[in-house]
């Protein structure tokens, strides 16, 4: 209980200094307020339509990449496991990249991003066919794997074969993810996936818990193990889509979120769930924020900063990890 | 009351006939050790009457049932004590409790006295807050018993459960098996010392050669020939004053 304060309290805090920055200068209590009087005039409308999007957008995919991989690792019973392994933000990606160099992009805003949750949609569906619908947690890796290092390939022979320069940079600037610049079209775009998503996974964490035990252990608790993977992969698959096509990829916050925070809820992969849906936000929300205070003029993407802040976490980690070794 | 039913159970697993014509009933209170050399299918007769193997031909009563229904007629203890996370030993055994807790999933006053019963049973209470991932094996197996117990459920199958214990942990295993069968409650534990099965099984199984070779008490189990048959060993098996001892001798 006092962790979720403490995590409310830091994402409700960095949800409103992320308000509270951009390159219109104004103070913070100033554009607060303008958000919430809700007049008319430019500084209510950058509010409205710029900063708060963003601001959104942050928490939510942050949430949902955290949780995700909370859901991932609890079920995978493998603390090195990300949102990112069965194949989805690959094929999400590949989707993505698809429609920049047909110049979807230009023709129709959402051309991007909906080309990303096709990609994602036809992912998941593989990475499901080649599970097969029983079989354990190996076949899924062996999919995921599979349909990642595909889509990745894929990837490659478009930015390879591109006759377009101006496109391939758009390409590989769009891979490294970013939250400028998008609109509420775009939060009302990756919403439901997330929160539909965030739902599925929710409802796994009792089957998390009994995979403590192992597979067997937990089928004899009473747990449907083909029904607990269903509802695993799809819950991330609809998160990592819906945040793919309209942020990008953001990687390390699904991997480093659950492992942090792993310690503060008594390893308990029910009570990760939550928490780590709550780190997530206040994670994403600060890389955001760095991103703005740090370079403000150059357009640092958000995928580079949780890279950045996560890569030190995870030494930390493993120094950690070497020290209780015998 | 019967509490698991095999009528003619036959298994076929790689196309490799496991054993077939496998018929055994277990009542109440009763410490039934299953027996048999390894590869003779004591964990793959175990895994099927659970209903976690598919079944060639032959009927489980346990297998039949519902997964929900099942969690609350059998608890089991695969061989591998799996325990993937450093959760605390207090929130181990009360995985134990799953089966019937409701779906917000707090642990109404009732579950929570099962749950610190089954703790105090095995002697647990020191380790309450500690990780289960950290102790030792003996103690380990001690957790994961009492997440067994906590389920409360009339049968208790268990996978080798004192493989890699020490003498006193093996003996206290057994021990609680035993007092288990004394309040009702029946275990289906495979083992490979014959010496404690002797002691503590109110009955044994032995699978070998493709099935059912005896069932019965120890003493008409642990014959010289079925064992030189089964497990092609001799023993010296006596009735003493500190009850039965038996110690196998040589390969024959």
């Keep these: 209980m006092r962790l979720f304060l403490i995590l409310a309290t830091l994402v409700t805090v960095l949800f409103a200094v992320s308000l509270t920055i951009g390159p219109a200068e104004t103070g913070g209590l100033q554009s607060l307020a303008a958000l919430l009087t809700g007049s008319d005039g430019p500084l209510p409308m950058v509010m409205r339509e710029i900063r708060l999007p963003r601001a959104l957008l942050a928490a939510l995919i942050g949430g949902g990449l955290g949780m995700a991989g909370a859901a991932l690792q609890g079920y995978l019973r493998n603390p090195l496991a990300e949102p990112g392994l069965i194949g989805v933000s690959g094929s999400a990606a590949f989707g993505a990249v698809l429609a920049l160099q047909a110049g979807l992009t230009a023709t129709a805003t959402l051309g991007l991003p909906l080309a990303a949750l096709l990609g994602a949609v036809v992912g998941v569906f593989l990475v499901m066919g080649l599970a097969g619908a029983r079989g354990g947690s190996l076949t899924l890796i062996l999919a995921g794997i599979a349909i990642s290092a595909l889509a990745g390939a894929l990837t490659s022979l478009v930015l390879n074969l591109s006759p377009n320069p101006f496109a391939a940079n758009d390409i590989v600037f769009w891979m490294m993810g970013s939250l400028a610049d998008r609109s509420m079209t775009h939060l009302w775009l990756a919403l439901p996936f997330i929160v539909i998503g965030a739902g599925l996974l929710a409802s796994t964490a009792r089957g998390l818990d009994a995979l403590t035990l192992g597979e067997d252990a937990a089928e004899t608790l009473g747990l449907s193990l083909s029904r607990l993977r269903l509802l695993v992969v799809l819950g991330t698959a609809a998160i990592v889509g819906g945040a793919t096509a309209v942020a990008g990829s953001i990687g390390f916050v699904g991997l480093v979120v659950p492992h942090i925070l792993r310690p503060f809820v008594g390893a308990q992969p029910s009570r990760l769930l939550w928490a780590s849906a709550l780190g997530g936000a206040a994670l994403l929300l600060m890389a955001d924020i760095s991103v703005r205070v740090i370079l403000p003029d150059r357009d640092l993407k958000l995928g580079v900063v949780t890279a950045l802040i996560g890569a030190p976490l995870f030494l930390h980690l493993i120094f950690k990890t070497r020290r209780e070794l015998p | ?252």
């Design chain 2, 1 to 252: 009351m019967t509490l698991l039913s095999l009528t003619d159970l036959a298994v076929t697993l790689r196309n490799r006939p496991v054993f077939s014509g496998v018929s055994l009933t277990i009542g109440e209170g009763e410490l039934v050790g299953l027996i048999g050399p390894n590869g003779a299918g004591k964990t793959t007769l175990m895994r099927s009457a659970l209903g976690l193997l598919p079944i060639q031909s032959g009927q489980s009563s346990l297998a039949a049932m519902s997964t929900a229904d099942r969690a609350r007629a059998v608890a089991w203890m695969p061989q591998a004590r799996e325990i993937a996370w450093p959760v605390p030993v207090e929130r181990l055994v009360a995985l134990g409790r799953l089966p019937y807790l409701p779906i917000s999933g707090k642990i109404p006053p009732a579950d929570q006295e099962k749950i610190d019963a089954a703790i105090a049973y095995l002697g647990l209470e020191e380790f309450r807050a500690r990780a289960a991932s950290r102790l030792s094996g003996g103690e380990q197996a001690r957790a994961l018993i009492a997440r067994a117990i906590a389920q409360d459920t009339p049968l208790l199958m268990t996978d080798e459960p004192i493989a890699g214990l020490d003498p006193a942990h093996q003996i206290a295993t057994m021990q609680v098996f035993a007092d288990l069968a004394r309040h009702g409650r029946s275990t289906l534990v495979s083992l490979h010392d014959l010496g404690l099965a002797a002691r503590h099984c109110t009955r044994l199984v032995l699978l070998a050669e493709g099935g059912i070779l005896a069932d019965g008490a120890p003493e008409d189990v642990l014959t010289d020939a079925l064992l030189a048959r089964a497990f092609g060993v001799t023993a010296w098996h006596q009735q003493t004053s500190s009850g039965p001892v038996f110690q196998p001798l040589e390969v024959i």
